[in-house]
């Protein structure tokens, strides 16, 4: 609160009356009271002769306004900018006028341009940025961070705009062409009748939602390509949850369903320096075959149908690399 110090001028004490006196007061707190972001210091009534000046009265107006006596509906919500918090509106906006609001000007501006504003606080996410291999496009663009966090208040976890999926997906319901690839329409794939497990956790149990040192803004190492050497790091983020015996192993009974008896099929596709990798014949979303199997299979510029049929104890494909192949597991 503003406290006002009332300086009253006079050469006799009581030549200015007590209500000509009371009526200044009540019409400078009115205008105070109209202009609730330009309080001043002082009031001053003046009297004849300037030569005494004496401190009468100190008063401490109750009525100061705060930003959320307009804005509280700003961070109303459960999940709360800290920087919002206990009036902290100066820590990300400056005034460029002494009066607010003021028709037909902005009298509020951010204190530092975008994204910059946001790495005065968050800065381990700067370096990330502008130092890892990856980063999530959408954070350069328009509205920068913004885009998927309520800079005040949010109902959702880490201040985000919508619910993970949701809001993952109102980029991702189009195919996006970069520099280097096509990314697929990922909300038309997860329409499909199988689902990879590792989506129930949300987009971020396999991507990182600023930039990764990984390919694709991965948790974990996934090589690019249909080829890489068949080693457990190249495929780190698979083996985060799948049995890297499926790899490793030329013969199991357990590390993968892919086998014949306990001829590990997936071994003898994936061995070698030049391995196939997993997106020959698995979409990671999503897919109407079961195991996420591919209806095709891309190479170089050909496309052909992997034909691939399930059954209780195996199944069998026939796609243009070999002829019509079965697999049973007992």
């Known amino acids: 609160m503003e406290k006002i110090v ?46 005494f000046a004496i401190t009468l009265f100190d008063f401490t ?25 206990d009036d902290g509106c100066t820590n990300c906006h400056q005034s460029n006028d002494s009066i607010h609001p003021k028709t037909g000007s902005k009298t509020f501006t951010l204190s530092d341009k975008m994204p910059d504003l946001c790495f ?3 800065d381990a996410i700067k370096t990330d940025i502008t130092t890892l291999k990856s980063v999530h496009k959408i954070i350069n663009q328009k509205k ?38 096509n990314i697929e329409n990922i909300k038309l794939t997860l329409s499909s009748k199988n689902i990879h497990p590792a989506l129930e956790g949300g987009c971020n149990g396999c991507h990182k939602p600023h930039a990764s040192a ?48 306990d001829k590990n099929l997936h071994f003898l596709h994936i061995n070698g320096d030049k ?28 496309s052909f149908k992997l034909n691939y049929k399930s059954t209780e104890t195996g199944g069998s494909c026939a796609p243009a690399c070999h002829g019509d192949k079965t697999y049973n597991r007992f």
Request: glycine share 4%; hydrophobic share 30%; net charge neutral.
């Open 6 to 51: 009332i300086f009253i001028l006079f050469s006799q004490f009581f030549l200015l009356p007590f209500g000509s006196f009371n009526s200044k007061i009540q019409t400078r707190h009115a205008e105070l009271d109209s202009a609730s972001h330009n309080v001043k210091s002082y009031i001053e009534i003046a009297s004849v002769n300037p030569s």
């Open 61 to 85: 107006f109750s009525d100061e306004k705060k930003c959320t006596d307009c804005h509280s509906a700003l961070i109303e919500k459960e999940t709360k900018h800290p920087a919002a918090l």
């Open 120 to 122: 005065n606080c968050h």
């Open 144 to 181: 920068f961070c913004v885009n998927c966090h309520s800079p005040h208040s949010s109902s959702q976890a880490k201040l985000l705009i919508n619910e993970e999926k949701t809001l993952c997906l109102s980029c991702h319901n189009k195919t996006i062409t970069t520099s280097t690839r």
């Open 214 to 261: 990984n390919n694709f803004l991965l948790n974990n190492a996934f090589p690019e390509g249909q080829y890489a050497s068949a080693k457990k790091d190249s495929f780190a983020l698979c083996f985060d949850c799948h049995d890297s015996g499926l790899l490793e192993t030329e013969k199991t009974s357990s590390a993968t369903g892919f086998r014949n008896g």
């Open 275 to 302: 391995g196939r990798s997993c997106i020959m014949c698995h979409n990671m979303h999503a897919s109407n075959n079961e195991h996420l199997i591919l209806d095709k299979v891309t190479f170089g510029s050909w």
